[in-house]
Every structure is written in structure tokens, then in C-alpha cells.
């Protein structure tokens, strides 16, 4: 930033212009002391029609300076200005005193003709911005069988599922210059392990590939999205609707990091107009967005990972693949589940834009013992517990409880606070702290491990 806070006439009036109905972005700014984290994007806009100009920066900067209006501005990210002269007097002045800089002088008579030209290398640090590029689009190389035993130790009971996703995965990671985003859809009955395995997978893969740019994660409940004009909160409202400015759920999280799994989970739920938004993005690997963000009006999510989840006819599904005893047939499960998805009324559109789909079975009795297991693990960390042994018929108690298996491993999961929370509870209150033997069946109780 410190270049614009000195920045001569001449200069402003090149970036005025260039920024006249377009977004100019420069990123890797230093941002003012006090400033968390301390460098940026920073962007500027000129709105042709009225000449008010937006000074744009990432947001939720948080700021611990002095100045109330740059915090106002950095909270925010953007602040409004009637004209580009406006914006000028605040970067020389409000701004500028921040840094404890003083301004240049403004006499276009002193310029050197050299001068007039400026040189981008003379505005932002374009080795940052190639050696940031060159992290987002480096191919990630992953062994495919590594990553499905990462993702078997959270997900139990669905190895033909992870099988396929570990493919796909690997396979997108891998390549230098996707042409749209991985777009998988996840099937099967509810509490099965759809959405958990969206969850996990982004700390999955940072774990198997620590030097490569992070993988992020969305998750986006559709059951919130069956409104038309929900959409907004998608990809942003146009410039003059109510909430225009107040940023945008997918397109910020994709313009921040293109390398994201995002999770539409139970997608049947969603208004057909979120369907339309999804088709550009999955066939040409762009979301258009009608406001301006640092990057413009599109976002590139080639590098994305789509997963699609729904239980909308998973048991007719089920049933035909079981007769056909196809769940290891690639074709046939494509065919069952692009045919009895379409006569449900999912889009064709959408559904001819799916590269595979994931088929989660009802969990057997022994993933659900499985499941309850890491469960008490869990439920006891929360205390503070490390759990070192769980007799069995700890975990027999609480699935004699939980016998039907209609709902998944939710109930099981529901049931080890309740039945176990007290002696967790207790165990932490005697000083029975982490290290501990998980007892009984009922009541319940933890000893410490000698």
C-alpha cells in the first residue's frame, strides 16, 4: 500500500483510469501497523455511471490501530468515496499517517517523463504473486491407496465409496490444468458417512501433502438455499438490490482459495435457480458473480472439488444395484443412478455433469460398533480424557440402546454423552484425567490406567 500513499497525480490518474468499470487488484499489500494478518489484497473500482470509487481489501482484517476509519475500512473491506480525488486525500492523509508517512508532492511539474510510465513491478511484488500462483496450480501427486487408508480411519463400512473418491481425488490433484472441478455425488441413506467424509477429506489431504497449497472446506446446507432469492447469498447481490457489498458465501471462499472442497449437502432441497448457477462452474470451471470482487466478476474453480449429497431414492437405488450385485461396477452404478435421480426430477443438466457417484450402504453391525468406539474416544477428549482401553460391553450397552439402524451412526453418537457424560464427567473431577479404561455397561465408569 505504501506506494499509493505517495504516489504522484500522474500516477492516480493512470490507475483511474484502468479502473474505470473494472476491479484493478494488487495483492501481497502491506497493510497498516496493527494489522492482522498484515498483508493483503488490496483493490480499486470506479464506477463509470456516478464516479465513486470502492477501495477494496480482503475481509475480516482484524486492526488494533488507532485510526477509526481505516479499521472501519480493513473490518469491512471497502470503503466508498464520492470521487477518485476523495480517495486520494484519504490515502495521503488518514491513510498515510498510519504508516507515519509523509506524502510526495502532488505537482505534475516535477515529474520526470520517465515517470508516467509506471512499471508493475513498481506497484506490487510480481515474484509473490508468481510464486503464489505457482502453490495453487503446483499438481498435487497423492498415492491413491494411501489416501483411501487416511480416509477408512474416519469413514467406516463405505470402502467401495472411498475406493472411487480416492480415485477421482487423486486423479483431479494431479493434473496441472484442470478444465472444471471434480464433481462427485454422494448417495445413500442418512447417518451413513456422506457428509462426514466431505469433512474430513480437506485435513486428509493437508496431512499427505504438507508443502502444497492447503486444501479448504465449505459446507452449504441446501435446506437453506430453496428460496430463489437466496441465491445472493451464493454469488452476491447485483448493485442496487438489498444486500449488495455483504459478500457472498461460495464466491468468497473460491476467490480465497481455489483449491476448496465444497459441500452441497442435500442438494434436492435446493431452488432449481441454484442448479442453473452450478452448471457454468461445473462445465467450464467459472462462477460469474454480479459484484465485483478483487479478482473481477469471475472466479476460477478448476481446482475445486464438488461433492453432492442426497438420500432421495437411495433405497431403490440400493435394491438395484443389490440385485445386480453391481456395487463394484462402475458403469452399472453410473446407469442406476442417473436414471432413478432423473425420475425424481434432479436436473438432467446437473446430473450429466457428475464425474462419479458415490454409493454409502447401510453401516453393518460391525461398522457401527466401530463407530461407537471412536465415538467414547472422542466424547472423552472433550473432557480432557485420553482413552487408552473400552471394554466391550461398554460398547455393546450403548448399540442395545441404539438397535435400530434406521437414522445411521447418528443415534449411536447421540448416545455416548448421555450415557457416558457422567463418568467423564466424574473421572475429570477426581483427577482420573487422561489416561483412562472406559468400564461397566450400565452404570458406567473410568478408571485411570496405571
Known amino acids: 500500500m505504501r506506494q499509493f500513499l505517495t504516489g504522484n497525480d500522474q500516477d492516480f490518474a493512470g490507475l483511474e483510469q484502468r479502473a474505470t468499470g473494472a476491479c484493478v487488484a494488487y495483492r501481497d499489500q502491506e497493510l497498516p501497523p496493527g494489522s492482522s494478518p498484515s498483508r493483503a489484497r488490496v483493490g480499486f473500482e470506479v464506477n463509470p455511471s456516478d464516479e465513486s470509487v470502492l477501495l477494496l481489501v480482503d475481509r475480516g482484517i482484524r486492526y488494533t490501530g488507532s485510526s477509526p476509519q481505516v479499521g472501519d475500512w480493513l473490518g469491512r473491506g471497502e470503503r466508498r468515496f464520492r470521487s477518485f480525488s476523495d480517495l486520494k486525500i484519504w490515502l495521503r492523509g488518514e491513510l498515510a499517517a498510519c504508516y507515519g508517512v509523509m506524502a510526495a508532492s502532488h505537482s505534475s511539474q516535477e515529474l520526470h517523463p520517465s515517470q508516467l510510465d509506471v512499471s508493475p513491478a513498481d506497484l506490487t511484488d ?17 498415492d491413491e491407496g494411501e489416501l483411501f487408508r487416511e480416509l477408512q480411519t474416519h469413514v467406516r463400512g463405505q470402502d467401495a465409496a472411498l475406493q472411487t473418491l480416492a480415485r477421482r481425488v487423486c486423479r483431479h490433484a494431479a493434473r496441472v490444468r484442470p478444465a472444471r472441478p471434480a464433481s462427485l455425488f454422494a448417495l445413500g441413506p442418512t447417518g451413513c458417512g456422506k457428509a462426514k467424509t466431505a469433512e474430513v477429506l ?31 447469498q451464493l454469488l452476491g447481490a447485483p448493485q442496487g438490490y438489498v444486500g449488495y457489498g455483504d459478500g457472498a458465501q461460495l464466491i468468497d471462499t473460491l476467490a480465497a482459495n481455489p483449491k476448496t472442497i465444497v459441500l452441497f449437502d442435500e442438494i434436492e432441497k435446493a431452488h432449481s435457480a441454484v442448479f442453473q448457477t452450478l452448471l457454468n462452474a461445473m462445465d467450464a470451471g467459472r462462477l460469474s458473480t454480479p459484484t465485483r470482487t478483487v479478482q473481477g466478476r469471475t472466479v476460477d474453480c478448476r481446482h475445486a472439488i464438488f461433492m453432492f449429497t442426497s438420500n432421495l431414492d437411495s433405497a431403490e437405488i440400493l435394491c438395484d444395484l443389490e440385485q445386480r450385485n453391481a456395487f463394484k461396477q462402475p458403469t452399472v452404478v453410473d446407469e442406476v443412478c442417473r436414471r432413478q435421480l432423473r425420475m425424481t426430477g434432479l436436473s438432467p443438466e446437473l446430473l450429466g455433469r457428475i464425474n462419479a457417484f458415490l454409493i454409502y450402504r447401510a453401516l453393518s453391525t460391525d461398522s457401527r460398533a466401530e463407530i461407537v468406539t471412536q465415538a467414547i474416544a472422542r466424547g472423552a477428549s472433550e473432557y480432557g480424557l485420553n482413552v487408552a482401553q473400552i471394554e466391550p460391553q461398554v460398547v455393546l450397552a450403548i448399540l442395545e440402546q441404539a438397535k435400530s439402524n434406521a437414522y445411521g451412526a447418528r443415534p449411536d453418537e447421540y448416545l455416548v454423552d448421555d450415557l457416558l457424560g457422567s463418568a467423564f464427567a466424574q473421572a475429570v473431577s477426581s483427577d482420573d484425567s487422561f489416561a483412562v479404561r472406559v468400564t461397566g455397561g450400565p452404570p458406567f465408569g473410568c478408571e485411570a490406567m496405571q
Request: charged share 30%; proline share 6%.
Open 126 to 142: 510480481l515474484d509473490s504473486i508468481r510464486d503464489d500462483l505457482a502453490a495453487i496450480n503446483r499438481p498435487v501427486v497423492m
Open 202 to 232: 480437506p485435513a486428509v489431504l493437508r496431512r499427505l501433502c504438507p508443502n502444497e497449497a492447503s486444501y479448504g472446506y465449505l459446507r452449504l446446507d441446501m435446506s437453506e438455499y430453496q428460496e430463489r432469492h437466496r441465491i445472493s
